[in-house]
């Protein structure tokens, strides 16, 4: 079992910046992929960021590339996604999951989930 707990979040204006983290227990880090999605109000779950194992590469969402930047420091256990020039449509609860690597947008190829971590923007 893998235990995530995401953090980080909180209240920026928009064109601000946050850094979320997302550390694990349970088992290293290092054997999983890593992903970020992010579920909007009345809105289904959606792909933010994914990194491979050993932090080789990295996918993203047309809709945060160039804007988000994913990282994994596995000696840490923990997984970053920094977030710069925030816009109000990135408001939503945040959350990390690990996975096996078949699948880099996909919720249902990631085996364990976070809580979640309210990111919310300002205009």
């Known amino acids: 079992q893998v235990q995530l707990v995401e953090s980080g979040g909180g209240l920026v204006q928009a064109g601000g910046s946050l850094r979320l983290s997302c550390a694990a227990s349970g088992r290293t880090l290092s054997g999983y992929a890593m992903g970020w999605f992010r579920q909007a109000p009345g809105k289904e779950r959606e792909f933010v960021a994914h990194?491979?194992?050993?932090?080789?590469?990295?996918y993203y969402a047309d809709s945060v590339k160039g804007r988000f930047t994913i990282s994994r420091d596995n000696a840490k256990n923990t997984v970053f996604v920094q977030m710069d020039s925030l816009e109000p449509e990135d408001t939503a609860v945040y959350y990390c999951?690990?996975?096996?690597?078949?699948?880099?947008?996909?919720?249902?190829?990631?085996?364990?989930w976070g809580r979640g971590t309210q990111v919310t923007v300002s205009s």
């Open positions: 999951a690990a996975g096996l690597g078949t699948t880099v947008s996909n919720p249902n190829g990631y085996y364990y």
């Open positions: 990194i491979s194992r050993n932090g080789a590469s990295a």
